[in-house]
């Protein structure tokens, strides 16, 4: 199971945090992903991380903005977000990558994040 | 890898067959493996997407069987055999072969 948790409301130029809590498999074994969709848009690719931490990718529209991380530990998947912008309002989701190459098996039931002054 | 659906939206009688296509900018075969990176989603309002098809044709467990997946290297397909009311949703293809990309979406609705 995957809970997402940390969405709101934030005005342009301000961060947020977002959390992903898992339960029921061996998390640090899996690759994780943060996926957004806009309101009314289709799924965009956000970051994914592996499952020790070590290599993370991040897609063009948040590089440099946004940081994603995990707490193995705790079983937890987070990604801060800075300098956002109205663009950046969407419904984010976590998933698990199925360790088949990338496609996701698992998905949270997403996180609303609204940027707007 | 720009991927690209047709059509959008499909509006279909119940009991028919839906196809749904997916074109890809370049080869998502992975030679090492010989698949095909590339996967099929459905997602209902309010639901996160759920994973129907892996590596172009394996359908994930529990999958309906009406449920298919087909093409290689750039083009692809999913078919529905025989739509049931509950298969109206948005589908998604995705590619996972050069970072993550999704396609558009096609909306099937009951015609």
């Known amino acids: 199971q995957l809970v997402d948790s940390g969405g709101g409301l934030v005005q342009p130029g301000g961060s947020l945090r977002l959390s992903c809590a898992a339960s029921?498999?061996?998390?640090?074994?899996?690759?994780m992903a943060w996926v957004r969709q806009a309101p009314g848009k289709g799924l965009e690719w956000v970051a994914q991380?592996?499952?020790?931490?070590?290599?993370?990718h991040y897609g063009d529209s948040v590089m440099g903005r946004f940081t994603i991380s995990r707490d193995n530990a705790k079983n937890s998947l987070s990604l801060q977000m800075n300098s956002l912008s109205a663009e950046d309002t969407a419904v984010y989701y976590c998933a698990r990558d199925a360790t088949r190459g990338g496609d996701f098996d698992f998905w949270g039931q997403g996180t609303l994040v609204t940027v707007s002054s | 890898i720009v991927v690209t659906q047709s059509p959008d939206p499909l509006a279909v009688s119940l009991g028919q067959r839906v196809t749904i296509d997916c074109k890809s900018s370049q080869s998502v075969l992975n030679s090492a493996n010989n698949k095909n990176e590339l996967a099929w989603y459905q997602q209902k309002p309010g639901q996160p997407p759920k994973l129907l098809i892996y590596w172009a044709s394996t359908r994930e467990s529990g999958v309906p069987d009406r449920f298919s997946g087909s093409g290689s290297g750039t083009d692809f397909t999913l078919t529905i055999s025989s739509l049931q009311a509950e298969d109206v949703a948005v589908y998604y293809c995705q590619q996972y072969h050069l970072g993550s990309t999704f396609g558009q979406g096609t909306k099937v609705e009951i015609k």
């Open positions: 991380i592996k499952g020790d931490g070590s290599e993370k």
């Open positions: 029921g498999f061996r998390f640090s074994q899996y690759w």
